[in-house]
């Protein structure tokens, strides 16, 4: 049974940096895109970014890209988020989410996604 499991999160001030990190096991990690969603509260789940078996693509949403940065360790089982230059808007629970594919593909839909962690709080305030 895979299991996802996020750390990494906690409360910074605006121009903070966090780098979150999702543990995998209990199956292939490389037979699996991943990816990061966020939720704050009183708002729908969003993408955030999403990598490739390989790590040959990345995509990111709009309001995070050139800022954060995806990657995965397929000798660690790992995926991670580098979050710098943190804003307060980007406060919200990190989940990580596995997506099963034979594909070198990285999708933002969260419902393509089979596996998901229990979050993480990433808070930003002054």
């Known amino acids: 049974q895979v299991q996802l499991f996020e750390s990494g999160g906690g409360s910074v001030q605006p121009g903070g940096s966090l780098r979150l990190s999702c543990a995998f096991s209990g199956g292939t990690f490389t037979d699996y895109a991943m990816g990061w969603f966020r939720q704050a509260p009183g708002r729908e789940r969003e993408f955030v970014a999403a990598i490739s078996r390989g790590s040959k693509v990345r995509n990111y949403a709009n309001s995070v890209k050139g800022r954060f940065s995806i990657a995965r360790d397929n000798t660690k089982n790992t995926l991670y988020l580098q979050m710098p230059s943190l804003l307060p808007d980007d406060t919200a629970v990190y989940y990580c989410?596995?997506?099963?594919?034979?594909?070198?593909?990285?999708?933002?839909?969260?419902?393509?996604?089979?596996?998901w962690g229990q979050g993480t709080q990433v808070t930003v305030s002054s």
């Open positions: 989410a596995a997506d099963y594919t034979v594909t070198g593909t990285a999708y933002s839909d969260d419902v393509r996604y089979d596996y």
